[in-house]
Structure formats: structure tokens, C-alpha cells
């Protein structure tokens, strides 16, 4: 069966530190892969998807990047982290295929100060 | 542009039965998700409609209207763990996933 995992669960950083937050998946391979995130009481935001290795579509402009360096590991970054990018950052992979149901890891969940 | 409406917050009773709306205007449509989520954890998959029609499975059903660009999910019998954010999503022709804000479903005893 497929798993995705999510590091860590939580972290508190200062404005203007580094970010890495990263995303792995078993059981599965040449999935599509997602980060997401999510503000308080709100919906998804798309920020990042990936079909493949080196492959990255970027939805919404921001100090935030992301990479696939390797065929189910996603990783989002930052070199200097806004008291806006506090959130609950998910990532979330799908099969290959027409039907995309998006399968979610844990979350990890971001508050800068 | 795409836009995706639900009811921000519902409230319903222990037992009871409870709809939730959403209405959509994609440019295109591949399918219409919807998942439920609990405060502070990730998504997860409720139901799945493509075609016309109800699906039903257990006390969860999900109905689509394409024509009419609409779709409601049913909880019957409602428990308390219930309570929680109602996400629908669309499949647009790009097949990208395009979200709700989501429904907060409030159970009361």
C-alpha cells in the first residue's frame, strides 16, 4: 500500500530563516506530487506540483520553491521566511492517471515569528 | 475564472440528516471530489462523482448536476465525529484539482 510521509510536524521559525520541508512517498512510483497550503479556517492554496523528477509548475508567485530531486521526494523551500508564510502546509501526491484523486500526508504545520 | 462556492459554517443536531452545497464554474470538468477535514489533520477522501446522479455509500451520499454546475454531499444520521471541514474540489480539463474554501459542519447534542 502507498504512504506518504511528512517532516517535521511542526516548527517554529524566526523571520527571515531558512525553510526545508520535506515530502516522501511509498508504495507507488511516478506519482504526481503537491504542496499545498493552508491558512487558518481557509481553504487550499496550490503552490507547487511536480510531474516528474526536475519538473516543477509554480501557481502562485511567492519567496517559496520547490524541488524533485528524486522520484517520490518533493521538498519545499525558502532562504528568507515572511510572517505570512505561516500555515499548514500539506503535501499531497496522485496517480498518474485521468482520475486524480489526491492522496495527503500529515502536514506540517508553520509558525513564524 | 474558476470559482468554487460552499457554505463557510453549517450547524446540525445529533442524529439528524444535513446537506452541503457547492456550486462550480470551471473551464472544464473531469470530476467533482469532495473530502472531508478534521481541525489540524490532512484531507481525506469522501466520494467521487463524474457522471449525473447519486452515489451513496454508507451514511455519506454525494450528488452531481453537471448541467447545472452543482453537486451536494448528505450526512445522515450524524454522529458527533462528524464535525468537521467539507472540501469540495473539481477536476478541470487541465486535470488540476481546483478547491472550495470548504464547509466548518458544527454537530450539536
Known amino acids: 500500500s502507498q504512504t506518504i510521509h511528512q517532516w517535521p510536524a511542526t516548527l517554529v521559525q524566526p523571520v527571515g530563516s531558512p525553510l526545508s520541508l520535506e515530502c516522501t512517498v511509498e508504495g507507488t512510483s511516478n506519482p504526481n506530487l503537491y504542496w499545498y497550503r493552508q491558512a487558518a479556517g481557509r481553504g487550499l492554496q496550490l503552490l507547487f506540483y511536480?510531474?516528474?523528477?526536475?519538473?516543477i509548475s509554480s501557481e502562485v508567485p511567492q519567496n517559496l520553491s520547490a524541488s524533485r530531486p528524486q522520484d517520490r521526494q518533493f521538498i519545499l523551500s525558502s532562504k528568507k521566511l515572511l510572517l505570512s508564510d505561516s500555515g499548514f502546509y500539506l503535501c499531497a501526491w496522485s496517480p498518474r492517471q485521468d482520475y486524480n484523486e489526491q492522496f495527503f500526508g500529515p502536514g506540517t504545520r508553520l509558525t513564524v515569528l | 475564472g474558476q470559482n468554487i462556492d460552499q457554505p463557510t459554517e453549517m450547524t446540525a443536531t445529533e442524529g439528524a440528516i444535513v446537506q452541503i452545497n457547492c456550486t462550480y464554474q470551471t473551464s472544464g470538468f473531469n470530476g467533482l471530489f469532495w473530502y472531508q477535514q478534521h481541525a489540524g489533520e490532512a484531507p481525506t477522501f469522501l466520494s467521487y462523482n463524474v457522471l449525473d446522479g447519486l452515489e451513496e455509500k454508507g451514511r455519506f451520499s454525494s450528488f452531481l448536476s453537471r448541467s447545472k454546475g452543482y453537486s451536494y454531499l448528505l450526512l445522515k444520521e450524524l454522529q458527533m465525529k462528524d464535525s468537521a471541514s467539507y472540501l469540495c474540489a473539481v477536476l478541470d480539463s487541465n486535470y488540476q484539482l481546483i478547491w472550495g474554501a470548504g464547509t466548518k459542519l458544527i454537530i450539536k447534542p
Open positions: 511536480s510531474v516528474g523528477i526536475g519538473q
